[in-house]
């Protein structure tokens, strides 16, 4: 027995080398991604944590105070055009502009991810009906579509969330369809087809690990565009409402105080910025980690 | 439920003389192209009216080039695909009626062909094998040891194999794990799939041992699909060959190899290489490309590949039929009687010589 | 080919009747009686009878939709509650401007992209390869519409080249292709084009570096190939998929103007939309949209087609 199992002289590995501690293994070694990873974990703590940083009130303003420059004693960040501490309308407006970017995208991809699989693995008409269904959404330009829904609506963030969840739906499901089919057609489904296990055991068991990986990193690569159109939304009057802080709705109003304060009102769109950049090279680096065969 | 029953095939209903599968009229049609343009529709006759049986303890081989219906035919007779026409009785039992699928999945397993997707690359081969037993109602206990017990038995160390995933494994050693799983719910019949058509030679011949054993020690009956037609006359007792969905020609070993009666038969064993000096191949033992099963030639599917095709060829369908005991062929020079100018005579050993 | 054609044709039909639905439906979904924003407040109730009469609203759903649907083929997409201007006039008014910008934005992009794409693609792993990546991963992540504030910052309020709003000199409806008019046309071009340039230039070295490692490419250089000669099979491969992305992102331009044209009060389509979704133009917001979304099929159609005529595999299948 043993001369076979060491047929061609393969030692058994050290480590316990699965798919998923793979992953790990890769991520930890990407600088980038670490670097961004670490931004991203400061600017959402900050953001949980905002009421016990010693800020200043956000909503608290005077008209004495408006528009100071970068660097005013007391106001590192200087103030908006009501008064208010811009350090703290930041940090506390990550609040708002995360939860509206992230929120979307993580409901789309249970919702579109659930029907993808579903879709994926019964294939037929029930595949036929779901995906025509997401193709006439398919039709819209996304900011189109999201504008239009918020437009109808109203404004809100609860609108907001809403139409943003609608519009990421749609390409969510098409790529869990997709890879699902892809992987159904697979011997090792057949196989445990063969061995009479239900649908539903079999797509726990068998499907599931194999698709949940792709449709993550998919999703992740949408969440910098969430928050760009999320906050887009705000910035347009169709999301947040004044006086909450939040980085688009901060960029609306701050937008006439360009010829007085030009630093102060291009701040909020910075944070938009380097957040989405973060993502994006985070969902690169996650994408590749996972892309490594076997 | 312990391990040891658990592993316990089914008892014998029919006896010895009832053969383990009988296959009548097996039909399987794919319907290719969109629906909408009607007419355009493309049909694709994988399996047509196929009829055959299989004896208890032997193994019988399926060959034919790529395209034949041999993997169609392996999923009809293991329920993954439903037939259009045609039923399967399995020890005397029609399936789909007095037999579940559910009982007929006990039964009846397969090992795939080795690739990397015939085992799911995200879970370790113990889960992998343990699958089968844990879905038909044994614990998780029960399942672990049967995939250990099976691990050994395939001749895997189940202490150094039981915890790795499928890429830490050489392609020998996954088919091990292939079969390990097929037998994991202690079917009777084992359908392998070209199971080790893409093994390097030596851990062909491994495998082949390993199955050979198996075969003995659990009483397993085999249907063994291979296109490598020296594997088929080494391992087989029966063989059966395919061309475009249909049976050309049935029988054993001996008779096939060194009594052939079906032209086919004759080029594919013609077409077989081989390192005698003497015979040297200088023309091609058959011509023509394979014919696409969406439409097949009339009449007879291989005459415009037939070196000894005639008219009637052409116009008529050859019907299956005995010519000795357990010998079967479809070509209308072995049946008397046919309107070919070769009826009733045995096919002259073809000169490949220039 | 040309049943692949003919299938696809005949797809339009169902997709623009559902996008036709979708738009209708909008308005209904909206919270609130549609009647409020046409009525005066204090309107009575003879009044509101005779207004939602005369706008259709007391028909059933349906019925409403055939109405508007007959109405749109005719061409009336009804009048804008706040210009009282049929809508269609608005809309094809404010579309040529768009239209402009799209393609001036869409031409700087994609040539851009496609130049960065191959170079990036064919460098991928020197550091100006790099370079091109990581310009291209800041062009997508980039909110346009803050881009846009920083270039007026940069360009009008400290530098005072450029003008930061408007279109045209004095808000003059007609264009001329001079400077007094292209200088407004700058900014709110270049910010449009950061992102189609982002997502072609990843697109296309993506695809060029997938194609460099196939195995056809060096069976070409062994043949002794000049390189230039295998870049343009590489080109040729790559064309189909490319072509289907640069489609999608024209689309994209013309549909999801709105913000940028928010931003530099651009009077094209988007800023039509603007006002209606404030002023709850119910009519207006329709109809554009429903014109936006049409746009966006008839190029995704566009689109397919082509493909299919350059794509030997679509060609031949």
Redesign the interface.
Known sequence: MSAVSTEFGIAAPAIRAGYWSGVRRRLARDRVSIVCAAILLAIVLAAIFAPYLGLADPYLGSMIRRLKPIGTPGYPLGTDELGRDMLSRLIYGGRLSLLIGLTPVALAFVIGGMLGILAGYVGGLVNQCIMRTADIFYAFPSVLLAIAISGALGAGIVNSLLSLTIVFIPPILRIAESVTTSVRTLDFVDAARSSGASAFTIIRVHILGNVLGPIFVYATSLISVCMILGAGLSFLGLGTKPPEPEWGLMLNTLRTAIYINPGVAALPGAMIFIVSIAFNLLSDGLRSALDVRG | MFAAEFLEPAEDVGGPAQPLLEARRLTKHFIRGSRLFAGKRAVVRAVDDVSFSIVKGEVLSVVGESGCGKSTLARLLIGLIEPNRGEIIFDGELVREALTLRVLRRRVQMVFQDSYASLNPRITIEETIAFGPKVNGAGNATACKIARDLLAKVGLEPNDFAGRYPHELSGGQRQRVNIARALALAPRLVILDEAVSALDKSVEAQVLNLLADLREQLGLTYLFISHDLDVVSFFSDRVMVMYLGEIVEIGTAYALFQETRHPYTQALLAAMPSSDPERRTAKPPITGDPPSPIAPPSGCRFHPRCAYAEAVCSVKAPQLGPIAAGHAVACHMAQAGSGHSRAGQPLQRQSLNA | ML?YIL?RL?LVLP?TL??AL??FL??H???GDPLISVLPPDASAELADQMRKAYGFDQPLPVQFGIWVWKALHGDLGASIATGRPVLDEVSHAVGNTVRLALIAAIIGFSLGIVFGFLSGYFHDRWYGRAFTALA??G????????G??L??IFS??LGWLPAVGAAPGGSAAWAWDWAHIQYLILPAITMAVIPTGIVTRTIRALVADLLSQEFVMALRAKGLPESRVFRHIAKNAAPAAIAVMGLQL??L???S??IE??FSWPGTGLL??S???QRDLPL?QGT?LV??LF??AL?LLVDILQAVIDPRIKRS
Do not use: D, E, R
């Open positions: 049943a299938k005949l997709v559902s996008v979708v738009c909008l308005v979904i909206a919270p991963i800041t997508v992540s980039v909110p346009h519409y803050w881009l504030m920083v007026v910052i309020v400290l689309g994209y013309l549909g999801g709105i913000l928010t931003v939309l603007n209606a979704i404030f917001l949209i936006l979304a966006f099929v995704n």
